[in-house]
């Protein structure tokens, strides 16, 4: 056998030695670059490469298609016939596939598909670690610590098929994460940033945010568990959106398992959700937040369908003006419940009309209201209601009249986000945000700071 090692080779060898009715292959293509810092000074750096192989072997049978799935790390020329075997055996060893559909066919190829993977490394960090630095000695200067990590990765992914496609997507993900202590460790403060290429963070912008916080953190102020008016920022709405998203699944509402079922039957597509003129989307194409412009499945569940590979995706607007307007489909659950086919997409943006920044919206409060920084420890409770628990972190704020006055007790919350929708009395300006809870798995997202009336802060946490 001739000896091949490029991707797109990976593919197409995989494909021509399936004996299978269908052959569905993924080769993704990781490469990964890190910065870590803990007190004011570099502590690590590195740079990773690898490759995944996934194969999807589906098997036409009397009752049915069933469908086999095996992926491996670090696979060769001399692995992928035993892989595509295995995916083969996994096939024809599996009762019928209930979600089994015929593979995509008729999407235009890449015309990158044979190109060599793109590959991030230190370069990415060229400007941001310099600018990391200056960071780091003002803290110094300042008489505060800074701790946390930067990592950027790029992932090229190869898809083909039996039926012909021939897909390629290159997707870079960065995270910075910036946490600033006070010496003695009783004081601490979090922000963070998604983007594609560290070309539109600015640490010092970061870190004069953090030290006013650590500044308001001066005063502490005891409060009981209740309900209070909050300003919600960004990070946390991603965090509350993005797990309703994951729960939006049209098939599950319409069984009557979740919050979006109709009592007595069917779903509350079409219910108004917000009295404000919410919209909640998910686009491939969004500008900062470009995600895979077709479905990317190494593996079948409530949202998704091996069978989908390849499928292209749209704008899909999940609420709209604040009614409910999709809910998440493969191409089989979206013929069992007679409605459009709508798959998951690796971005969610909520727009809200609202122009106030989040320092704008705590001016403008009236009374006594809360701020926070983030959430942390997402939890269900119910999901027929979505109502979720967890904990607030690193800095709750007490706002009188416009003014922070001091540091407030951490609290374990209870809310459904689908509530807080119809209870919202303000979204701010939408901007990109990094959701705390949730980066490790959705980092692409743009939200409005929310301000909620009565959030239930249902009882003390001694969490930091």
């Known amino acids: 056998m001739s000896r091949v090692s490029k991707p797109y080779e990976i593919v197409e060898r995989a494909l021509e030695l399936s004996t299978t009715d269908g052959l569905v292959v993924i080769a993704d293509e990781h490469s990964s670059a890190n910065l870590r810092w803990a007190g004011n000074a570099l502590t690590t750096n590195g740079v990773t490469r690898g490759r995944t192989l996934t194969v999807i072997a589906t098997v036409d049978g009397a009752e049915g298609t069933a469908s086999g799935v095996v992926s491996r790390s670090a696979v060769t020329a001399d692995d992928l016939e035993p892989l595509v075997r295995a995916a083969e055996a996994a096939a024809r060893g599996a009762g019928p596939a209930e979600d089994a559909q015929p ?12 190109d060599a993977p793109a590959e991030t490394g230190s370069e990415v960090f060229a400007d941001f670690a310099p600018a990391l630095g200056d960071a780091f000695a003002r803290a110094r200067s300042g008489g505060r610590e800074l701790y946390g990590f930067a990592n950027h990765e790029l992932t090229s992914t190869y898809l083909g098929t039996s039926t012909g496609l021939r897909l390629r997507h290159d997707q870079p993900t960065g995270t910075l994460e910036l946490n600033a202590k006070s010496p003695d460790r009783t004081r601490s403060a979090w922000a963070g940033r998604s983007t594609r290429d560290f070309k539109d963070v600015d640490p010092a912008a970061m870190d004069a945010e953090l030290a006013q916080r650590l500044r308001w953190a001066e005063r502490r102020i005891d409060l009981p568990a209740g309900r209070y008016e909050t300003l919600l920022p960004p990070t946390a709405v991603a965090d509350l959106l993005i797990y309703q998203l994951w729960s939006s699944t049209a098939r599950d509402a319409m069984e009557g398992r979740t919050v979006f079922s109709q009592p007595g039957g069917g779903t509350r597509l079409g219910e108004t959700l917000s009295p404000l003129p919410l919209t909640l989307r998910s686009d491939p194409h969004a500008p900062g937040l470009e995600s895979a ?48 086919v709508a798959p998951a997409i690796d971005n969610l943006v909520l727009d809200g009309g609202g122009e106030r920044s989040l320092e704008e919206m705590v001016a403008a409060t009236t009374g006594r209201a809360l701020l926070l920084t983030c959430l942390w420890y997402i ?30 007790n951490n609290f374990r919350f209870n809310e459904s986000p689908v509530d807080l929708l119809s209870r919202a009395s303000e979204a701010g300006r939408t901007e990109k945000t990094l959701p705390r809870e949730w980066g490790d798995w959705f980092t692409r ?11 239930n802060m249902s009882s003390v946490s001694q969490g930091v």
Not at 103 to 114: A, C, I, R
Not at 306 to 311: A, E, K, S, Y
Not at 388 to 396: A, H, N, Y
Request: charged residues 20%; without cysteine.
């Open 103 to 114: 593979l995509v066919s008729g999407v235009p190829s890449s015309p990158d598909f044979t």
């Open 293 to 340: 412009p077709f479905v990317i499945a190494h593996s079948s569940g409530d949202s998704a369908s091996v069978f989908d590979n390849g499928l292209p995706l749209a704008p899909t607007d999940w609420i709209r003006d604040g009614k409910l307007e999709r809910l998440t489909t493969t191409r089989h659950s979206a013929a069992l419940t007679g409605l459009p």
């Open 445 to 455: 997202a743009a939200m409005p700071a929310l301000r909620i009336p009565d959030f």
């Open 379 to 408: 939890r269900e409770v119910d999901p027929a209601t979505l109502l979720l628990t967890g904990l607030t972190r690193d800095g709750v704020y007490l706002v009188q009249d416009g003014q922070v006055v001091g540091e407030v």
